[in-house]
């Protein structure tokens, strides 16, 4: 998202580019602290700058925008951050292709994002020899200011469902193309966000499709009571028509959980709804594609949260439901007989062991496709043969991660998309006949030669506890220990996420100079399986940010890098992790950095309009004592103290995120530079007030970078 640049005269006095020990003097806005003492179950904690929580009173949005713009002069003040910033952006539109968001429908074509001048276009093309075709052009759409922010074929090719954005608007307008005639159909549908959740699906006959609706979308940013609607062509200019709700046919939902429709292919025997939520497993309801048509919306469960299967949102083939489940410790691949599916006794087609366990899977005609990963960062992929040994693939390249598209069940096509923490991904057709991958250029990603010296390493580090924890590091093959280097260390541990080998020119370029960049691989997320989740979540999540000291510790010990050179960025569920480092260990970190961190866990239940039963179901809630307990601990703000000396501080945020209130970090901050008396240190709030909880991989990181390494060089 591109940003307006801001000044202000003698908002700030820094003398950038200044030699060590060189005095600095930051001009921060001031702010009452208006305190408030929260007392429950006889235990009380201070929620400072309560006030902050105003988030649409206009005092607290000047102080948001006089914040900024202290960040605002930080940057665009010094010349050579202007230089870096060139730097990434030429790495960054590199392009070698600008095709992206690449689909493959059942009837052979292929569509895609084009990348212009003036933004992106959707093209499709009718074979690999076929010149592109321009689709549609965002441009033509009402005031011009629209973006295509996702769009899905219908199975037979002839129409598109494409959800428009706009800059300050939540939700998306989703309009019909007829793709023959280029023309739209009907009018838009104006209460869906389908890039947030659920996507969009076009039934069997391409003539309907079905998605997440939201009945509060004239609130902004109330995506509460959400239900699946029905929205067909030969009835253009009516409602979409409710099909899953809360309250329907017996239905039981919550009103924070979203009902995502489901079907895979023009072949489809059943209809399913996945109740999405925070959690791994979710509730799943089917009927046949017979009473769908017929309009019999019956829903039947078929198989529940307790049944630990996954919400990969599994896959049916004639009549035959492949998913994958949670078995003691371990992750399987199984599949039932949808005439008769039995969940308690599935056919287990292949079971994951200790640190190696199912990843991901794909069904096509007539094979059954699946990956394996080490750790969470080095993955397999395996051909499932019924009367023989599976058959392991051989790779063009090494695998951090694999992912998978195709044209549905029912065909034979396959690609493959390999990640590595050294280079681009790269896609690769899987050839059904001879086994062969062919590389595909639709979509190619540019390559670096000049990060060729770059390589990635996996270290275990022992944590407080003894747990082994796996680390990532990527560093030059020539990298020197001689502990003079600069180093910036990652982690996130929450949600069972895994912190998957990933490419990005700016950090490559950044440890091409000679520095590391580390991800500590905490318990909270997924890299060891479901257990390691359990070890850092709620009463356990301590562990996530003990974790990530260990690693910390580890590099210095080491000599990876100098001992008061490492730097600390973490995004989104990641803020905690982070946090709490920090406020233990504030002496190990020479720069905290966050993109759209989550600080202030505890309060998110006390605030309207953003979704609690996510942070309820990871990190605990107010409404039990014990986890109320909890989150105390593992909160950042309320266990910052006015004793410890802080690392310089950059925060990035979106003012309209709907995941995590900004008066955390808001807060954060406000602490920091009340506890920083002499105002020499950078304690910097990067207010995006037209963003959400994203992250802008050009604009974002280069400030990332630029903010570590000058105040990595400042720090004494």
């Known amino acids: 998202m591109k940003r307006k640049v801001l000044f202000i005269g003698l908002m700030v006095s820094i003398l950038f580019g200044c030699k060590q020990n060189e005095t600095r003097f930051f001009n921060y806005p001031k702010l009452a602290n208006e305190r408030v003492v929260e007392k429950h179950y006889g ?3 201070a929620n400072e700058y309560s006030n902050l929580e105003k988030k649409n009173d206009s005092n607290i949005v000047k102080w948001f925008k006089d914040q900024d713009l202290i960040a605002e002069e930080y940057f665009n003040r010094n010349p050579n951050y202007k230089k870096l910033y060139s730097r990434y952006d030429s790495l960054e539109n590199k392009e070698t292709d600008p095709a992206r968001k690449i689909k493959y429908d059942e009837s052979g074509l292929t569509f895609y994002l084009s990348k212009t001048n003036e933004g992106e276009i959707l093209l499709f093309v009718k074979n690999r020899e076929a010149s592109p075709q321009l689709l549609y052009d965002p441009k033509n759409y009402k005031d011009g200011t629209y973006i295509i922010e996702y769009y899905k074929p219908s199975y037979d090719g002839k129409y598109v ?16 193309l007829d793709c023959e005639s ?23 006959d391409s003539k309907c499709i079905s998605f997440i609706a939201y009945p509060n979308y004239r609130k902004n940013q109330n995506d509460r009571n959400s239900y699946t609607a029905l929205y067909c062509l030969d009835n253009p200019d009516k409602s979409p028509k409710t099909i899953f709700k809360d309250g329907e046919n017996g239905i039981v939902l919550n009103q924070e959980y979203y009902p995502v429709p ?89 079971s994951g062991k200790g640190d190696s366990q199912l990843s991901g899977f794909e069904v096509t005609r007539n094979q059954i496709y699946y990956t394996v990963t080490t750790n969470g960062i080095e993955t397999s992929l395996y051909k499932y043969k019924e009367s023989s040994k599976d058959v392991l693939i051989k790779l063009p390249i090494s695998a951090g991660e694999i992912t998978f598209q195709y044209r549905s069940p029912y065909s034979d096509d396959l690609w493959v998309k390999i990640y590595g923490w050294t280079s681009n991904p790269k896609d690769y057709y899987l050839d059904p006949n001879t086994g062969e991958f062919k590389f595909v250029e639709l979509g190619m990603w540019p390559n670096y030669p000049e990060f060729e010296n770059i390589i990635s390493e996996v270290v275990e580090v022992e944590s407080h506890d003894g747990t082994k924890i796996p680390m990532s590091i990527v560093r030059r093959k020539d990298h020197k220990r001689d502990a003079t280097s600069m180093g910036i260390i990652t982690a ?49 999540k301590e562990n996530s940010w003990k974790d990530l000291i260990a690693c910390s510790e580890y590099l210095i010990k080491s000599n990876y890098i100098h001992p008061k050179r490492l730097g600390l960025t973490v995004n989104s569920a990641g803020g905690i992790t982070g946090g709490m ?28 309009d953003f979704d609690d039963s996510d942070t309820a179901f990871e990190f605990g809630t107010i409404k039990e004592e014990k986890s109320y307990k909890d989150l105390l601990k593992m909160d950042p703000v309320v ?64 400030r990332m970078l630029f903010f570590t390494m000058t105040e990595l060089k400042n720090r004494n």
């Open 43 to 45: 235990i009380s904690y």
């Open 161 to 176: 469902a494409i959800s428009m954005g706009k800059d300050g608007n939540f939700f998306n307008e989703t309009i019909l």
């Open 182 to 204: 280029k023309r739209l159909i009907g009018k838009p549908i104006v209460n869906t966000k389908p890039l947030k959740a659920g996507g969009i699906v076009w039934t069997p």
């Open 262 to 350: 489901m079907f895979r292919s023009s072949e489809s025997s059943y209809m399913f709804i996945y109740t999405g939520n925070a959690s791994d497993f979710w509730d799943c309801y089917y009927i046949t594609v017979q009473d769908f048509y017929n309009g019999n919306y019956n829903w039947k469960k078929l198989y529940s949260s307790e049944d630990n299967i996954f919400h990969d949102w599994g896959t049916e083939r004639n009549g035959q439901y492949f998913y994958k489940r949670l078995n003691e410790s371990n992750i399987e691949l199984c599949v039932v007989d949808l005439n008769n599916p039995d969940f308690k006794n599935p056919k287990v087609l292949f």
């Open 492 to 540: 996130y541990g929450a949600y069972g996420i895994s912190e998957t080998p990933w490419f990005h020119s700016p950090i490559a370029d950044f440890v091409s100079q000679g520095n590391i960049y580390v991800s500590a691989h905490v318990r909270g997320g997924g890299e060891k399986g479901p257990k390691w989740h359990d070890g850092g979540m709620k009463s356990t």
């Open 581 to 608: 480092a920090v406020n233990e260990r504030p002496d190990l970190f020479g720069v905290f950095t966050g993109f759209v961190p989550i600080l202030n866990v505890i309060r998110t239940e006390y605030l309207d």
């Open 639 to 702: 266990n910052l103290s006015d004793q410890k000396n802080y690392p310089s501080t950059l925060m990035i945020i979106g003012f309209n995120d709907y995941l995590i209130p900004p008066s955390g970090p808001g807060k954060y901050i406000s602490l920091l530079q009340s506890f920083n008396q002499n105002n020499d240190k950078p304690y910097l709030l990067d207010v995006k007030f037209d963003a959400e909880h994203e992250i802008d991989w050009l604009n974002d990181y280069a």
